[in-house]
């Protein structure tokens, strides 16, 4: 039992090891019923930024916010957990993570970032680190991140440009302005000959554009939102971290009810919120294996409208 009372122990859900592709793919006619919110006869091409999200995912979304609305209190005790792993199972075998407990929702990549920079300045705080150890990153990382940088690290005593020690890299999955592609596994092996630390790779643009797989990959930590390329509404994105790596003191920066039970389950319940969006990902799944091949199927379809389009 929690301080509120509410039984800490999960039930696990039966969900297929490998999804389903639907029998019957989405034709055109219901393509377009999907996205008949959108505003008409203007292009939407920063999917990058904001995403867009199916009717039937917000269908499913709304669903979610009534149950809270209707009775708060048996939607948090009795529907909350649940829905909140069933989301975490769809992704742990999306991403090919080792344990469901190396998965996390929380809002956004920006979110994640902090989380995992925090973390990191705990360490250069309580005398893990030295003064003027490193963390580094890519030129093109996007100011959010390099403002994170400098708002944790730096303040800790950290540095980030100067390298003696690294502690800590920090790497693009996609880039945003370029938009590239950069070689994560190849340069976290590096990392690794080279004595680094820990790993955090920025996949905010990965999950539904790129391939990605936490076994290959052997990051320490990776995010990456759900509502860019997977079709989930705003706020929903994953914080990856492996268990195998000596990441024992990961705490959101809310701290509630479930501080100390485990980083996934303090990311399920940071106070009164809406919860919707990260309780639909095996909605949003079920739309994506509508597409022939499923996301697979999605991203070589992308990748052949851009090309036809450059």
Request: proline share 4%; net charge negative.
């Amino acid at each position: 039992m929690d301080t509120n009372g509410a039984d800490t122990k999960i039930s696990n859900p039966c969900l297929p090891e490998k999804p389903e592709l639907s029998p019957t793919l989405i034709s055109d006619t219901e393509l377009l019923s999907e996205f008949s919110h959108h505003v008409q006869n203007k292009a939407r091409i920063n999917n990058g930024s904001f995403g867009c999200r199916p009717n039937s995912v917000l269908s499913a979304q709304q669903k979610w916010q009534l149950e809270f609305l209707k009775q708060s209190d048996d939607f948090y005790f009795n529907g909350l957990k649940d829905g909140i792993l069933k989301s975490r199972l769809v992704i742990k075998d999306l991403v090919n993570a080792d344990h469901v407990d190396e998965i996390s929702i929380v809002d956004n990549a920006t979110t994640a970032t902090a989380i995992v920079l925090q973390s990191v300045a705990w360490e250069f705080l309580q005398g893990k680190f030295n003064k003027g150890d490193a963390a580094v990153t890519l030129q093109y990382a996007t100011g959010a991140v390099k403002k994170s940088l400098e708002a944790y690290i730096m303040r800790a005593d950290g540095n980030v440009i100067e390298v003696q020690k690294v502690r800590l890299a920090m790497i693009d999955h996609v880039t945003s302005i370029p938009s590239v592609l950069i070689p994560v596994k190849e340069l976290i092996k590096v990392c690794r000959e080279d004595g680094v630390d820990k790993v955090f790779v920025d996949g905010a643009h990965g999950i539904g554009c790129v391939d990605v797989d936490m076994k290959e990959m052997a990051a320490d930590f990776y995010t990456s939102t759900l509502n860019k390329w997977f079709f989930c509404p705003p706020v929903a994105a994953i914080l990856y971290f492996r268990k195998s790596s000596e990441v024992n003191d990961l705490h959101h920066p809310v701290v509630s009810h479930e501080y100390g039970n485990g980083f996934p389950i303090e990311s399920a319940w940071i106070g009164t919120r809406d919860y919707s969006a990260q309780l639909v990902v095996p909605q949003a799944l079920e739309f994506v294996n509508r597409f022939e091949g499923g996301i697979e199927g999605i991203k070589k379809r992308n990748h052949k409208a851009v090309g036809e389009m450059g």
